[in-house]
């Protein structure tokens, strides 16, 4: 069956693909620990699912606004007030189905072909395809664990060109937690503003930073230089809100117009329901927030004491997500020379499940989520110590 040219610019998700691997496993009956999950364990907090449920007794079922209602709008752009100090109107405010959709309507709303867009790497594995698809080209900017996986204004300028439209910065990171400080972010825009270049700030887990770390955005940014900032957040992460596609941009209304008519013609407006329980999420109590964010950092830590008995591997404490990125390319050898062998081989002789860093452009590297149970990590990181050794 022939398929259009453009799908040979997509790859499939190697997160998704690592966990079918380990859901297969299991229905043959092998116990695998799972460190391969971009997702929190914990339920969704008890106000926002009731909010839904009334929104169903209210019979509020039909269509909303192509960017979401007035008042879920107003509520996001209050919660950009409250958390960052930063004023928006509601027009530049966009609801989408998920924070994956407002990246790619984005890339879609401002990029062309022919653009250059700067990737800081380790990066999230779906940047470089939503840029292709949007007709531009990804470029990568390396970091190292020796910068903490950061990427300074000089590393930006050398891999800058006269075709560079864009760059995306992703803080706290997926795969590494790492995390910008509100000055780095300040000079990254100033650099980005002196040489025209549109920042997107990809900020899913701006609520999940650890001490002595702080949360850092550029909203501010935006308020300073609408026409060269989009921020891009929502509620998967933080709210344990993954299966709700609950995502949101605040930029430009120009843009927010734009990534509207995008998805006039391809979603429309996200659920009722949800944009229901995102109200009440935004606007409701944060203790079940902070109660999560306090057992992932307890959960880094625990991470972290196990990973620091490994001889071999260089892990980076990360600031903020739920993710350890270390590398261990000291341990390749000729049966396993990369990460993909790595995550493989721990996958089946081990029952663990790790993503491989070259999925992140990192090949180093193997990405593990601590985003489950202490019992179960602690206990995947010993067996995987203990896998590691052998090598």
């Known amino acids: 069956m022939r398929t259009a040219l ?13 966990a079918a691997k380990a859901a297969d496993l299991r229905r043959q009956g092998k116990s695998i620990l799972d460190l391969s ?28 606004p192509v960017p979401g209602t007035p008042l879920l709008r107003e509520t996001i752009a209050g919660y950009f007030k409250k958390t960052y100090g930063v004023p928006a109107p509601k027009e530049a405010i966009i609801a989408t189905n998920g924070g994956k959709q407002a990246l790619f309507n984005l890339f879609l709303a401002v990029l062309n072909p022919g653009d250059e867009v700067l990737v800081p790497a380790p990066y999230w ?20 664990p020796e910068q903490g996986f950061l990427v300074s204004v000089e590393d930006l300028d050398r891999a800058a060109t006269p075709a560079t439209r864009a760059l995306v910065i992703n803080s706290p990171s997926n ?14 825009m100033e650099w980005a503003v002196s040489r025209d270049i549109f920042v997107v700030s990809d900020e899913i887990y ?18 300073l230089y609408p026409e060269n900032a989009a921020v891009v957040g ?5 709210f344990a809100m993954t299966g709700w596609r609950m995502g949101y941009a605040l930029a430009h209304p120009d843009i927010i117009r734009a990534m509207s008519t995008l998805q006039s013609q391809s979603t429309s407006n996200i659920c009722a329901i949800t944009q229901r329980a995102a109200y009440a999420a935004l606007s409701g109590p944060m203790d079940c927030v902070e109660e999560m964010r306090l057992a992932f950092r307890r959960r880094r ?27 261990l390319s000291a341990y390749y050898n000729a049966a396993v020379p990369n990460s993909t062998a790595l ?17 992140f452009g990192e090949d180093r590297c193997v990405r593990l989520s601590y985003a489950t149970d202490d019992a179960t990590l602690e206990k995947a990181l010993t067996v995987m110590g203990d896998f590691l050794k052998k090598l």
């Open 301 to 327: 830590d625990l991470a972290l004491s196990v990973i620091k008995t490994w001889d071999r591997a260089v892990c980076p404490t990360p600031d903020g997500a739920f993710y350890l990125f270390p590398c």
């Open 343 to 359: 995550s493989e081989t721990l996958l089946t002789e081990a029952g663990v499940a790790t993503v491989p860093g070259v999925a």
């Open 234 to 238: 929502g509620l998967s992460k933080s």
């Open 125 to 144: 594995v779906s940047y470089p395809d939503m840029i292709r698809l949007a007709g531009a080209t990804p470029v990568p900017v390396p970091s190292s």
């Open 175 to 188: 795969p590494t937690g790492a995390h910008y400080t509100s000055e780095a972010l300040d000079a990254i």
């Open 206 to 223: 701006d609520r999940l930073v650890y001490e002595p770390a702080k949360p850092a955005s550029m909203a501010g940014c935006f308020t």
């Open 6 to 18: 453009r799908m040979r610019l997509v790859a499939p998700s190697a997160t998704l693909g690592m």
């Open 37 to 64: 999950a971009g997702e929190p364990d914990f339920n969704t907090p008890q106000h926002i699912k009731d909010a839904a449920k009334k929104a169903i007794d209210d019979n509020f079922t039909r269509y909303t």
